[in-house]
Every structure is written in structure tokens, then in C-alpha cells.
């Protein structure tokens, strides 16, 4: 089935370590994005990425990094930068070329719980 | 930019009622989606409805964009409706970013 992947479920960081959260989508999409969630929360865009090799910062963009080398793949650091990286991190996928669907629609991976120990 | 605002940010009740949750945006939009978060925290595409209306089983959504609004009805509600229930709308001009709302969270008791 087509869909999004995130992993791990759930990570746990020591202080001053960067981590990596993978996210892989087989949707064919286009645009992919990070946001992140603290308890009680909305959704804050971190980066996103609407095509390979180009990405762009959203509103929470220090302390984190992303690469688009490949279209199926949109991978999120963490660096030691981020004073509190303690969070619910989303990583999504939008921007279809099937026209079964509505192009702009956003789909979502089931999020990776970051916790710095 | 443009503003999302849904209400009410809290809502308890009891199985088997009906509820209508709102969202207002300020402006125009190009895309208007609803999303359920589940306790687990998943995000569930409930609607994608920049404009009309649409039904699901005992969910339903209208948008009115002339009127900058959209309504969320749940009907006969169960106790796995429970979560928080996100509002999401894409700007004209934001490169297609989804601008969003705070949500509404949603308790349903047995």
C-alpha cells in the first residue's frame, strides 16, 4: 500500500548527540515536509521540500537540518543546536501527479517521539 | 498571513450525540483540509474540501469560502471519536504550506 514511513516510533537522545528521523514516502509525491509538536500543541513546520536537491526553512527551522537527495526520502537532523528538541516530530507528503486525487492533499507518516535523556 | 481559528478548543460529551466544529480563515484559501489526531498521535485525513459539501459514515464537512468558514458535524458520537480534531488550509501564496489551526479537542465519555 502506498503511504509514509517514519522511524523510529520512538528515540531517545542524549544531550549534545545529533539524531536522524527518516521519513519514506511511495506516494509519487512531490512536496514533503517536517513539523513539529509539542504536548497540547498545533503543528509547526520545521522545513519542506517541494522538489529533489531543494528545500526551504519554515517557521522553526534552527537547531535542524534536512537533505532531498532522492524523491521517496526527506530524512530530518536534529543537531545538538536545538536547545529543546524534546517533541512529536510529522513528517508529511503533498503534491500528487495522479489525478484520481486531489493534487494538493496532505498525507502523513505516524511521527517519531523524540526524547532527550 | 493568513489566520486559522477553530472552535470550540474543548468539547466533552457524552456517546451518541451529535457535535459541529468550526473553523474560520481569514482570507481566501486554495485548499481547506480536516484531519483527526488519534491518542496515538496519527494524523487521520478526515476531508479534503476547499469548497461544498462532503460526507463520510456519521462524519460530515461543509465549506463555505465566499464566507470563510468551514464546519466539521459528527454525528451519533462514539468513544473512538475522541482525539483532536485539526483544520488546515493552504494560502494562494504560500507555496503550497498549510497554514493551521490550534484544534479542537474532542472527549467523548461512554
Known amino acids: 500500500d502506498g503511504g509514509i514511513t517514519q522511524s523510529p516510533k520512538y528515540l531517545f537522545r542524549k544531550e549534545g548527540q545529533n539524531v536522524t528521523l527518516s521519513c519514506e514516502q511511495n506516494l509519487n509525491h512531490d512536496a514533503m515536509y517536517w513539523y513539529r509538536q509539542d504536548p497540547g500543541q498545533g503543528l509547526r513546520l520545521i522545513y519542506y521540500s517541494q522538489i529533489v536537491n531543494d528545500f526551504q526553512k519554515g517557521d522553526i527551522a534552527e537547531g535542524y537540518s534536512v537533505s532531498r537527495e532522492k524523491k521517496e526520502s526527506f530524512p530530518l537532523t536534529v543537531t545538538s543546536a536545538q536547545k529543546n528538541p524534546t517533541a512529536f516530530y510529522l513528517c508529511?507528503?503533498?503534491?500528487?501527479?495522479?489525478?484520481?486525487?486531489?493534487?494538493?492533499?496532505?498525507?502523513f507518516g505516524q511521527g517519531t517521539r523524540l526524547t532527550v535523556v | 498571513g493568513i489566520q486559522v481559528e477553530q472552535s470550540p478548543p474543548d468539547l466533552i460529551l457524552q456517546e451518541g450525540a451529535n457535535s459541529t466544529l468550526r473553523c474560520n480563515f481569514s482570507d481566501s484559501v486554495n485548499n481547506l483540509q480536516w484531519f483527526h489526531q488519534n491518542p496515538w498521535g496519527q494524523l487521520i485525513n478526515l476531508f479534503y474540501i476547499p469548497s461544498g459539501t462532503k460526507q463520510n459514515g456519521r462524519l460530515s464537512a461543509t465549506t463555505v469560502a465566499t464566507e470563510r468558514y468551514s464546519l466539521l458535524y459528527i454525528s451519533s458520537s462514539q468513544t473512538t471519536d475522541s482525539g483532536v480534531y485539526f483544520c488546515a488550509v493552504e494560502d494562494w501564496d504560500s507555496n503550497y504550506q498549510l497554514i493551521w489551526g490550534a484544534g479542537t479537542k474532542l472527549i467523548i465519555k461512554p
Open positions: 508529511a507528503s503533498s503534491i500528487s501527479q495522479d489525478r484520481r486525487i486531489s493534487r494538493t492533499e496532505a498525507f
